[in-house]
């Protein structure tokens, strides 16, 4: 693998797009062997949408590496950009409903789940619901639904260590609008009739995505946003799950670690992760006491390739493995 911990740039050798009801299509791709052992990853965000570097984590001699972007992000359609979207259809459970489509429409009995920050948590909850279908789980950034870590990366939390972004969020907000829940009301700003409010809104959330995963805080925008139509779908879907504390009872996704008891799982976190703090990998730890807990010193919450080297060690570990 050369310098990099990643493995060699890939092209998927087949994707489509998939109807999941409710006018909404996935997009997918299947990357590496096709008989190699399955694997899908769930990306972040919410509303972040794949990337081709996810498809550098496997051996692609050893995996059929599945990605797909999840309802109203990346390729997938409608975009949450567009002037009037309706995104009742877009919760958590929607979500588990079209991994399980995904898996049936592809031919797959079992995969090997991986998921980051945000796809953490969906991994987890996809796995407790359908356990019989998971063959391990690789998580990273861990988050796991609870309301503490949505008021800790969104609710002023985080402000504790970025308080000059923090104020700037507040400020993009108009007058009006900054008593209360700010999720809430940048949420109605990202809705709003007037494009330039929903512009501007999106901007300022991104601003402060763009900040906080390492340290020291990055001083502009992130080039993953540097897209406006992009700005404007995630801000408007992170916001979505936040507003709503991602449909899930909270606590419910360590409470049901029983579930997964029997499933080989590895969780990766940067101890200096400010967005998915280690608390949150500890605590999933404690819950799912067969899981292994790996913690990459001076790595924060995203690019860092200590974290891509220890995911890439649990791949080729896993692509090892034999079920019983």
């Given at each position: ?123 987890l909850a996809y796995a407790e619901t359908h356990p019989e ?58 809705n709003s009739p007037d494009p330039s409010i929903r512009e ?78 280690l608390l949150n990998a500890w605590q999933l730890k404690r ?38």
């Open positions: 693998m050369g310098s990099s911990p990643l493995y060699p740039e890939i092209n998927p050798y087949v994707h489509g797009n998939l109807e999941v009801g409710a006018g909404n299509r996935i997009y997918w791709e299947c990357c590496g062997t096709p008989s190699g052992k399955p694997a899908v990853v769930l990306h972040g965000g919410p509303g972040s949408g794949c990337s081709p570097w996810m498809r550098q984590l496997f051996a692609p001699n050893a995996y059929c590496v599945v990605l797909f972007d999840q309802r109203n992000c990346g390729r997938s359609t409608p975009n949450a950009s567009v002037d009037v979207i309706d995104l009742a259809n877009n919760t958590t459970e929607h979500l588990i409903h079209d991994i399980e489509q995904l898996r049936s429409h592809l031919g797959i009995q079992r995969w090997l789940v991986l998921g980051g920050s945000w796809g953490s948590a969906l991994a279908c998971v063959t391990e789980m690789i998580l990273f950034g861990v988050t796991t639904g609870q309301r503490s870590e949505f008021d800790w990366a969104f609710r002023g939390g985080l402000a504790r260590l970025f308080p000059q972004q923090w104020e700037r969020l507040l400020n993009g907000l108009p007058h009006g609008n900054r008593e209360g829940d700010i999720v809430e009301a940048y949420r109605e700003c990202l501007q809104a999106a901007l300022e959330w991104c601003m402060w995505e763009s900040a906080t995963p390492a340290w020291p805080p990055l001083p502009g925008l992130a080039k993953r946003f540097a897209d406006p139509d992009y700005r404007l779908a995630f801000a408007r879907i992170v916001t979505h799950y936040v507003s709503n504390n991602a449909w899930l009872e909270d606590g419910i996704l360590l409470r049901n670690c029983h579930r997964i008891r029997e499933t080989p799982g590895v969780l990766i976190n940067g101890r200096f992760d400010f967005q998915s703090t819950a799912w006491e067969t899981s292994d807990l790996v913690v990459v010193n001076n790595a924060g919450h995203w690019g860092d390739r200590g974290v891509f080297a220890e995911i890439i060690r649990a791949t080729d570990r896993f692509a090892q493995r034999r079920e019983t």
